[in-house]
Structures are given as structure tokens and as C-alpha cells.
């Protein structure tokens, strides 16, 4: 079966770090381009970053850019999301996505695959 399956997330407090994990199973993530996107109650999944397939580069949205870094470890098949200096209104369910591609998407019909979502909360 392809999934992918998240772990990390959590509640932290403001100015806090959390590390979110995204592993594949039953394919290889190294082929795939990965979203991280999050969904906050009451608004619409907005993307955050990607990682491309062939060299790794990266894209972050100006609200996470110095703050989040997204990396592969291709020997775990999986991809992170280190967030850092979290805000309160980071708070949202935070969601992977793989899309099979060299290079990295802004749009969620592009991605073929989504982690479960888990939960980030930010208290003041």
C-alpha cells in the first residue's frame, strides 16, 4: 500500500521548535517532489514549502521563510519540516504531500500522495 505517514506535531509554546516527519511507504520518496502544507480551522490548506526530486532545492512562502527548513533524508525515506520560532498562528494541521515530479508544485491537485495531517498548536 503507497502512503505517506506523519509523526511529529504537537502543542509548544510561542518561540518554540517543533521537527515534523513525513515517511513514505511502499515507494521511494527520493523520486517524488514534497509539499508541506497546513490547514487552520475555518480557512483553506495553504502551501508552505516544497523540496524537489532532482537537487533539492527548496521553496518557502514569505510567512515561514527563516523559520521552517524542509530536508530529505533519502536512506529513511523520509522528509522533515523543522519549524522554528513558532507563533500562535501557526497553529493548524500540518500535511505532506508527494508529487511524482523533478520539480515542486504550489498546487495540492498537482500531488499524487498525503500524509494523514497532524496537529501543531502554539500557545501564547
Known amino acids: ?46 502551501v508552505l514549502g516544497c523540496i524537489s526530486s532532482n537537487d533539492d532545492s527548496t521553496y518557502y512562502t514569505d510567512s515561514v521563510k527563516g523559520r521552517f527548513t524542509i530536508s530529505r533524508n533519502s536512506a529513511k525515506n523520509t522528509v522533515y519540516l523543522q519549524m522554528n520560532g513558532l507563533k500562535p498562528e501557526d497553529t493548524a494541521i500540518y500535511y505532506c504531500a508527494a508529487e511524482i515530479s523533478n520539480n515542486w508544485s504550489l498546487f495540492l491537485d498537482d500531488y499524487d500522495y498525503w500524509g494523514q495531517g497532524t496537529q501543531v498548536t502554539v500557545s501564547s
Open 1 to 46: 500500500q503507497l502512503q505517506l505517514v506523519q509523526s511529529g506535531g504537537g502543542l509548544v509554546q510561542s518561540g518554540g521548535s517543533l521537527r515534523l516527519s513525513c515517511a513514505a511507504s511502499g515507494f521511494t520518496l527520493s523520486y517524488y517532489a514534497i509539499g508541506w502544507f497546513r490547514q487552520a480551522p475555518g480557512k483553506e490548506r495553504e
